[in-house]
């Protein structure tokens, strides 16, 4: 009975789609398309090159579909791409980490504006502190990357792109609420002049949760500031503040009624860049603070709160030559010739495991050749050298091709190795009579493969990917118990991952867009023969986009979902559908200003998996709300 009415469910939104598509009057030749054949990414090679021509698979989130999902943190926007899983602990303010192709969270790095974002002292991030509203772009670099960026990106690269001003002068407002008390406020205000790009943004965002302490209360602030130089030369000044409290309720079993955590995040970015037709030059210094403070009065023995200081500093330098040549030899072959440096430095003050420090350098260099007989091949092969005081040296050798079959078909391989340092939890955690860290251990690596065909048509409304891969990781840092019977982390881990992803997406005409995607993987440990993660998953999207009689009114509705099957130690399977929808009005036609009205459901099938044992998600909720620019 239960499933008729989940089927009944999604026969009506399909309808309600299809009835909003073929009312009279909505379509207005609306020729705006979100997929072309010259998409930029600069994930894959640290410098700006088309989608079509990369040696790994890549994939671009748009500014127009992070603002359909209506989302509220990254864990939101990233859950349905194909090849990667999110570990949700349920609550609103629960840890949400990711995974690429098997991999754990602390194998994928994630940056902000090509800056890390990993704590040290986890080795991960709680995606959940990353809110939906700063974000313009997100590139996702499937696989091993540590040639180029080096630690913790064995399983993968999440960079997100903060937005930055637009046009003339004009401020936002907007304000939505939900189910379970969830409140959101937000104001921005942008602008962009010859000389001058600014962006400035806040917002608060609340809710009682649908727990026993699980409620939130966030606020984000993000400046943005990029001064023209000349022509080709840029310096821009970026802020942002995050304060995250929360409740912990715990597992359904072993409920925490008492826990609490409280974020504290400061990141201050300083870039230069450089543009000119021949050459590309990027300098970057960061620095950023996080502070942690939990507490659980209600645990068996406490002793007081506990109180984690990270900070990391640093400054990277990358230039790429597109005219490079070795020597003069007279060839017409073509070199895209990329090196660069990076030096930081972590802190970690905790009330656990005391002060520690580790200092990283490294140095890159990448070349990209094309035959001067072969205009359909690139050959891309790269190496970087990193040195860290604790764990020593690590050399992270890539290579890789390109070759384009057709003007709009390309086949891509690449084999590459990669690693993850240890955290400094997993070094110096305080010995007691059941636990230790171990400062012996060395980190994890992996041989990655991987090999691909990529399309994308003419007209760039239709594009598909094929990939196939295979990585084998040794060295895994696991937490066991030893013969004295004390749980600490030792590299006796061994793992293989085969996969195969399988992802579509098209234009359906003007105003109908819809996405199609299968990921299929295999991963082992070695050691017990035991499955780490869901074998299938299956994401799938459609959306209507179009603007509206003479005021050019914005109206989307857009429905996305995913099915995870055959996950690990027998949990069940699960299915997730979002509904999104948004029309604009003009309130003054003189001005054409206009106010916006949203409205989502989330989980419109209620059901509530445990992503993490003990720990269900939240049930179907509704947001609307109500935003307005001046």
């Not at 098997?102 to 504006?113: C, F, I, N, Y």
Request: hydrophobic residues 35%; charged residues 25%.
């Amino acid at each position: 009975m239960e499933n008729k009415k989940h089927f009944l469910l999604i026969m009506g939104i399909i309808a309600l789609i299809q009835i909003i598509i073929v009312i009279p009057g909505l379509a207005s030749g609306n020729e705006n398309q979100i997929f072309s054949l010259d998409e930029i990414v600069v994930i894959a090679s640290k410098y700006p090159e088309r989608v079509l021509d990369s040696i790994v698979s890549v994939e671009v989130i748009t500014e127009e579909e992070i603002e359909a999902a209506q989302a509220e943190n990254l864990a939101d926007i990233l859950s349905a791409v194909s090849g990667l899983e999110i570990s949700d602990y349920g609550n609103a303010g629960g840890i949400k980490a990711i995974s690429i192709r098997g991999s754990s969270p602390e194998q994928v790095l994630v940056m902000l504006d090509g800056r890390p974002m990993n704590n040290p002292q986890t080795g991960k991030i709680d995606l959940g502190l990353i809110p939906a509203n700063i974000i313009e772009k997100i590139e996702i670099y499937r696989g091993p990357a540590s040639a180029i960026y080096g630690a913790n990106a064995l399983g993968g690269v999440v960079n997100i792109i903060t937005k930055k001003g637009k046009g003339d002068s004009k401020g936002a407002v907007n304000v939505n609420v939900g189910t379970y008390g969830a409140q959101d406020y937000e104001a921005s205000y942008q602008g962009a002049n010859d000389n001058l790009n600014y962006y400035f943004s806040g917002n608060y965002f609340t809710t009682d949760g649908d727990r026993e302490n699980s409620q939130l209360d966030e606020i984000n602030f993000l400046g943005k500031i990029i001064n023209k130089l000349d022509q080709q030369t840029d310096i821009g000044l970026a802020l942002r503040y995050h304060n995250y409290n929360r409740g912990l309720p715990g597992s359904i079993d072993y409920p925490s009624p008492e826990a609490i955590q409280k974020d504290q995040d400061f990141n201050l970015d300083l870039t230069w860049q450089k543009r000119e037709e021949d050459k590309n030059i990027n300098a970057n210094g960061f620095y950023s603070f996080h502070r942690v403070f939990f507490d659980n009065p209600g645990m068996w023995g406490h002793t007081g709160a506990s109180i984690h200081k990270t900070n990391s500093m640093g400054f990277s330098f990358d230039y790429t030559d597109y005219n490079f040549t070795f020597g003069d030899n007279g060839s017409d072959s073509q070199h895209i010739f990329t090196w660069g440096a990076e030096i930081k430095n972590d802190q970690v003050d905790s009330t656990d495991i005391g002060e520690h420090n580790s200092l990283n350098g490294a140095i890159f260099v990448q070349d990209v050749w094309q035959p001067s007989d072969m205009d359909d091949l690139k050959v891309t092969a790269g190496i970087r050298y990193d040195y860290n005081q604790i764990f020593g040296n690590q050399l992270s050798p890539r290579i890789g091709f390109s070759y384009r079959l057709q003007d709009e078909l390309n086949f891509h391989a690449s084999v590459g190795r990669a690693y993850r340092a240890p955290n400094f939890d997993d070094l110096y955690w305080p010995a007691d009579s059941y636990v230790a860290g171990n400062p012996d251990l060395v980190p994890e690596v992996a041989w990655a493969y991987e090999a691909g065909l990529r399309y994308i048509n003419e007209e760039g409304d239709f594009t598909g990917e094929l990939n196939i891969f295979r990585k084998n990781a040794e060295n895994l840092i696991n937490w066991a118990a030893g013969d004295d019977e004390i749980w600490k982390p030792l590299n006796i881990g061994s793992a293989r991952v085969d996969g195969i992803e399988v992802i579509f997406k098209k234009e359906l005409g003007d105003h109908l867009r819809a996405n199609l995607g299968y990921s299929y993987l295999n991963a082992v440990d070695l050691d017990t023969d035991n499955q780490l993660k869901p074998h299938h998953k299956y994401n799938f999207g459609v959306g209507y986009y179009d603007k509206i009689g003479d005021n050019q009114e914005e109206l989307y509705v857009q429905l996305d979902g995913y099915a995870i099957t055959e996950r690990p130690n027998d949990l069940p399977n699960y299915c997730l559908i979002d509904l999104n929808m948004g029309k604009e009005l003009t309130l003054i036609k003189k001005d054409g200003q206009k106010v916006k009205l949203d409205f989502s459901v989330k989980n419109i099938l209620d059901q509530q998996p445990e992503m993490v044992s003990g720990f269900p998600i939240t049930g179907r909720t509704y947001t609307a709300g109500i935003s307005f620019e001046f």
